[in-house]
């Protein structure tokens, strides 16, 4: 399965509550970073069937893959705007970043990241947060 459609699978068998399917998705040492508030994790309380997730549904409005990793976006309302970021190795997601309430932008370094923004990859997608009523969003720029 290509790495996007792995992910959006993922998604689907969240939004049906098949966490059995969900777990033959991911390896099972999965490295999982968030950034955010900490009420906010709701993605690690939902995958590791912690009570106190709420109603929380995660609905990707984008999915994009870059090389081994793929980043979906989605936002509920002006107060809960996310991004995640699943990589992808030998058909299992194998490492997870998930930023709450951040615009985020995703750069490619190949072997030569440096800690400097500018690069030769160039910029392959940024996040596109709905208007947060005069709200700035802090961004961030990570780069694979």
């Known amino acids: 399965m290509a790495t996007k459609g792995l992910v959006e699978s993922l998604y689907d068998s969240l939004a049906r509550g098949d966490m059995k ?3 033959a998705l991911m390896a099972e040492d ?3 970073w968030f950034h955010g508030p900490r009420r906010c994790q709701y993605m690690r309380r939902l995958l590791t069937g912690e009570a106190g997730h ?3 549904r995660f609905r990707p409005r ?3 893959a870059i090389g081994g990793w793929v980043v979906a976006e ?4 002006k107060h809960a705007y996310w991004v995640h970021a699943w990589a992808v190795d030998g058909g299992v997601i194998t490492r997870f970043r998930e930023y709450f309430n951040t615009s985020v932008t995703v750069r490619e370094c ?3 990241c440096t800690s400097t923004v500018s690069g030769d990859g160039g910029t392959l997608w940024q996040s596109r947060a709905p208007a947060q009523g005069g709200r700035s969003l802090p961004g961030l720029v990570l780069a694979v």
């Open 62 to 64: 984008t999915v994009t």
């Open 21 to 23: 399917a969900v777990a």
């Open 54 to 56: 709420g109603d929380f």
């Open 74 to 77: 989605g936002w509920e309302g």
């Open 110 to 112: 190949g072997g030569g």
């Open 30 to 32: 999965v490295e999982w």
